[in-house]
T-cell receptor, first 111, second 114 residues
Framework: KNEVEQSPQNLTAQEGEFITINCSYS?????LHWLQQHPGGGIVSLFM???GKKKHGRLIATINIQEKHSSLHITASHPRDSAVYIC?????????????FGKGTHLIIQP | EAQVTQNPRYLITVTGKKLTVTCSQN?????MSWYRQDPGLGLRQIYY???????DKGDVPEGYKVSRKEKRNFPLILESPSPNQTSLYFC?????????????FGPGTRLTVT
């Protein structure tokens, strides 16, 4: 399967900073997911998108299909945003079986 | 409350002792999957099911079995566990939405095989 690359792998920032996490993939996809995993916790789906931009509270996800790239932004970051953020894609023609994950970005927000 | 449940949440066992991790969802989703998560490797799909009695291998199926006799349940079976199956396991269910398959994850099962 084709890979999903995330950057950075690790990110430490101060409370209030604007955070950007990047995800790139190599071939056509039908959907891209951003997931959040807290330490010792389960995985929560934040966004699923196939084009454009989505916003939920302080979180914004964008995708550029032509450039095969997506970004997750966090505005006014807070220590409770500390978590691992995982990008995953469903490749074109794949169904629920086609989910491929990036290795995750470990985010720490310091007070 | 819509949810995916897994049991047990934590399990320590010995090599070769058969075990089953249960997964159940109450959202009437057709699609269910099992993943394992390992440091440095991320999440990898073990098996998936597109409906009752329809299952197929994911990326790392060796040493695992699954069954889908009912829509809500998708148990993961380790017939003869080995230490390299020590991992964090997640079950997920999904449905086909307007943009794709929205994923709902269970809380995870941390398995240690000694």
């Amino acid at each position: 399967k084709n890979e999903v690359e995330q950057s950075p792998q690790n990110l430490t920032a101060q409370e209030g900073e604007f955070i950007t996490i990047n995800c790139s993939y190599s071939v056509g996809i039908s959907a891209l997911h951003w997931l959040q995993q807290h330490p010792g916790g389960g995985i929560v789906s934040l966004f699923m998108l196939s084009s454009g931009k989505k916003k939920h509270g302080r979180l914004i996800a964008t995708i550029n299909i032509q450039e095969k790239h997506s970004s997750l932004h966090i505005t006014a970051s807070h220590p409770r945003d500390s978590a691992v953020y995982i990008c995953a894609v469903t490749y074109s023609g794949g169904g629920a079986d086609g989910l491929t994950f990036g290795k995750g970005t470990h985010l720490i927000i310091q007070p | 409350e819509a949810q995916v449940t897994q049991n047990p949440r934590y399990l320590i066992t010995v090599t070769g002792k058969k075990l089953t991790v249960t997964c159940s969802q109450n959202m009437n989703h057709e699609y269910m999957s099992w993943y394992r998560q390992d440091p440095g490797l991320g999440l990898r799909q073990i098996y998936y099911s597109m409906n009752v009695e329809v299952t197929d291998k994911g990326d790392v199926p060796e040493g695992y079995k699954v069954s889908r006799k009912e829509k809500r349940n998708f148990p993961l079976i380790l017939e003869s566990p080995s230490p390299n199956q020590t991992s964090l396991y997640f079950c997920a269910s999904s449905f086909s939405g307007r943009e794709g398959y929205e994923q709902y994850f269970g809380p995870g099962t941390r398995l240690t095989v000694t």
